[in-house]
Structures are given as structure tokens and as C-alpha cells.
């Protein structure tokens, strides 16, 4: 097996089950046809996005109960090299529900296992012995009952520790308490609100409280999802904007997670981050096009990228 480049970090991973419905109602019995069942959490949906892009990836995860090995199972059968970090209680599981009548997709996200103190050792045991050969880290999902808010900032302390660059993508307080040591950090504009505290109505808003992140430390570079309308990178530098490629979406989950692999795959390859990011919004749009949490094809994600408008540098004044 070749040494990965890439190592993903799920700390609240879940079997994803995702099916259809022609009417969800209260009340009453929804009839559904059909279910997709595929391995989900940020870091994982990362990882086998990154192996169908070609990258040398290994994904680590804390797994439990009948769940956490049907999990498990499923990555292994996306040829990801694993680390299983065994737990008591029984990993979660997310369902989404896409209701044919009206396109609306519901989900339903369950919170995760409550892992021990000595759970959570062990997986920044594991995480340090895997990062110390890879070239990039990413931590990516939510924090699961029990793990400490400041959790990601340990990672990034772990991550400069062994010379490892990180991307991280989170949320709540998994986001606000990580202070410094991030190389690229990938909110979604509904994170950066709730990190910064403020609508961000405006463009010249995003971008001054993405380079807040950077002027402060956190991270040194800033990449803002905004959905339909594109994406912001921000830098010590300079600020780019960058436009959406429009799709009819089958399915918006883990579309997030395919841009942050595409993103690191690209600079693994030794890409600018302007390229890279445009190889994210690529990847991003093709995963689109899936169901459920299904990772997308490297050839639709090659073809996307080939239409990908080039970046705008934008002149904001910081204050």
C-alpha cells in the first residue's frame, strides 16, 4: 500500500441512509422506495472522494456496535485504507429523504456515541502516528457527545507537531475554539455567520471575516462555500471570488466534503490554490448529481472542471 498523502480525521461518522418518498407528512406513514446505505462523516466522505480522484488516502474513525462494522465495511469496500478506532457505544446513523413531488430533500441527523476519555486518546494516538508521514491532514464533521470543544485545536497542535499541513471543515464549537495552526480552513457560509457572530450579508462582509481568520491566526487560508452562488478564498495576500456551475442537484449531501478532497488533492499534486479551488467547485457540482452520499466520478468531475470560470480577485478594504 502506498504511504497515504492524504489522512482524514472522523471524529462522528455514520451510516448514511438515503431514500425517496412522494409526500412527507406528519403523522403519517411515509411510503419509500428504494434506500442507498453509504459510510458518511466529513473526514470519511473526503477520504472516498480523494481515492476515486487518484490521491494516496488513509481514513481514521472511531466506530461501534452493528453500525460502526457495517461502517467500516463500507469504506473498506471503497478501497480506503482504514483506522478503526473501536468504541463502546454505537455509531450514528443520518437519514435523508428526498420527496419526488417537490424536489425538497429532508435530513435527519442524529447526534453520535458518547466516546470515553480513553477513546478519545486513542484516536489522537492513532492520528499522530499516521500524520507523521502524510503531507496533509483533514479533519472534517462534527464533534460527537463527550469530545471537548477545543478538540481541533489539539489536531492542529498534533498536525504542526509531526510538520503536517491541516484543512480543517467544521462547525459550532468545534470551529469557534481552534485559535491558530489551521492551513486552510473551509466554512460554509452558514458557519462563518455562526463563527463570526454576524449576518455577512454582503460580499465585502464575507470576505472581511474570512480575513479575520487569517489576521488572527487561525488559518492561512480561508475557502467560503456559498452553495449556488460560488465560492470566496481568502488569503494574507489577496481575494479571489469564484462562480457555481449550474446543475439540476440530485442530492446536496456531501457536496461540501467533495470540494474540501478535491481542494487537497490538487495541492497535493503540487497546484496553486486558485486551481485547486476551482478543482473543488468542479468535484463539488459533480457530487451534485449523486445520490445520497455516493461519491461522485472523476471523470464528471474532470469534465466539470474544464468549465469552472476563472477567479476574480476582489479589492475589499479590511478593517
Not at 477545543?150 to 492542529?156: I, L
Not at 455577512?200 to 480575513?211: D, G, N, S, Y
Not at 496553486?272 to 471523470?299: D, H, K, N, Q, Y
Request: proline letters at 5%.
Amino acid at each position: 500500500m502506498l504511504t497515504p498523502t492524504i489522512v482524514t480525521l472522523t471524529m462522528n461518522p455514520a451510516l448514511d441512509i438515503a431514500t425517496g418518498a412522494d409526500v412527507v407528512r406528519p403523522t403519517d406513514k411515509i411510503r419509500c422506495a428504494g434506500s442507498t446505505y453509504d459510510p458518511g462523516g466529513g473526514g470519511i466522505n473526503v477520504a472516498r472522494t480523494a481515492q476515486e480522484l487518484g490521491a494516496p488516502v488513509s481514513a481514521i474513525f472511531p466506530a461501534g456496535g452493528h453500525t460502526g462494522n457495517l461502517v467500516t465495511n463500507l469504506v473498506h469496500d471503497a478501497r480506503v485504507p482504514l483506522r478503526r478506532i473501536s468504541i463502546a457505544e454505537t455509531t450514528r446513523e443520518s437519514f435523508t429523504i428526498n420527496e419526488r413531488t417537490t424536489g425538497m430533500q429532508y435530513r435527519f441527523v442524529l447526534p453520535g456515541p458518547r466516546l470515553t476519555l480513553d477513546e478519545q486518546r486513542q484516536c489522537l494516538d492513532e492520528l499522530r502516528l499516521e500524520a507523521a508521514s502524510a503531507e496533509f491532514v483533514v479533519a472534517s464533521g462534527s464533534l460527537p457527545p463527550g469530545v471537548p470543544p477545543d478538540w481541533y485545536q489539539r489536531v492542529a497542535d498534533i498536525c504542526r507537531e509531526v510538520g503536517t499541513l491541516l484543512v480543517l471543515d467544521t462547525s459550532g464549537g468545534g470551529l469557534t475554539h481552534v485559535t491558530n495552526g489551521v492551513f486552510l480552513l473551509k466554512p460554509s457560509i452558514r458557519e462563518l455567520r455562526e463563527c463570526s457572530g454576524s449576518e455577512l450579508a454582503t460580499e465585502a462582509e464575507q470576505l472581511a471575516a474570512a480575513r479575520d481568520l487569517v489576521d488572527r491566526g487561525v488559518a492561512q487560508a480561508v475557502v467560503v462555500s456559498l452553495g449556488a452562488d460560488g465560492a470566496l478564498l481568502a488569503t494574507a495576500e489577496h481575494s479571489q471570488r469564484f462562480s457555481a456551475i449550474p446543475v439540476h442537484a440530485v442530492s446536496g449531501v456531501g457536496a461540501g466534503d467533495a470540494m474540501v478532497a478535491a481542494i487537497v488533492v490538487a495541492m497535493s499534486r503540487g497546484w496553486t490554490l486558485t486551481e485547486a479551488v476551482r478543482f473543488g467547485i468542479a468535484c463539488g457540482t459533480a457530487s451534485l448529481l449523486t445520490p445520497g452520499t455516493g461519491t461522485c466520478s472523476r471523470e464528471d468531475v474532470e469534465r466539470f472542471f474544464e468549465l469552472v470560470g476563472e477567479a476574480e480577485d476582489v479589492d475589499v478594504a479590511y478593517t
